[in-house]
């Protein structure tokens, strides 16, 4: 049974930084595509990083770009996402799924239909 487990939200200030985790069993993270999306309240459901194949290849939202660092840690079966220079737009629930990948055309990062994902984690970024 595949169960995603995530970590770390919280609450900060703007510039400040936060380290979520998505601890896996049931799957590996070395061999599974995982990803974080995010939902803004009254907003859908958007991928903000994916972190996929062998060669631990990674994609970002361009809102997320420079800011956002994926990793996965092979020894823990974890999958992290570091953010620094939050900014209250990121607020939202943070959640880890997979399989992931980014669009050939719009490099948008989308999760499959069948899937899996975690509960989600609150991040909130205040002024």
């Known amino acids: 049974q595949v169960q995603l487990v995530e970590s770390g939200g919280g609450l900060v200030h703007r510039g400040g930084s936060l380290r979520l985790s998505c601890a896996a069993s049931?799957?590996?993270?070395?061999?599974?595509?995982l990803g974080w999306f995010r939902q803004a309240p009254g907003g859908e459901r958007e991928g903000v990083s994916c972190?996929?194949?062998?060669?631990?290849?990674?994609f970002y939202a361009d809102s997320v770009k420079g800011r956002f660092t994926i990793s996965r840690d092979s020894a823990n079966n974890t999958v992290y996402l570091q953010m620094n220079s939050l900014t209250p737009d990121d607020t939202a629930v943070y959640y880890c799924?997979?399989?992931?990948?980014?669009?050939?055309?719009?490099?948008?990062?989308?999760?499959?239909?069948?899937?899996?994902w975690g509960q989600g984690t609150q991040v909130t970024v205040s002024e």
């Open positions: 799924g997979g399989p992931c990948w980014a669009r050939s055309t719009t490099r948008s990062i989308v999760h499959a239909t069948q899937g899996y």
């Open positions: 049931g799957l590996s993270v070395d061999l599974y595509a």
């Open positions: 972190i996929r194949d062998r060669a631990a290849t990674t």
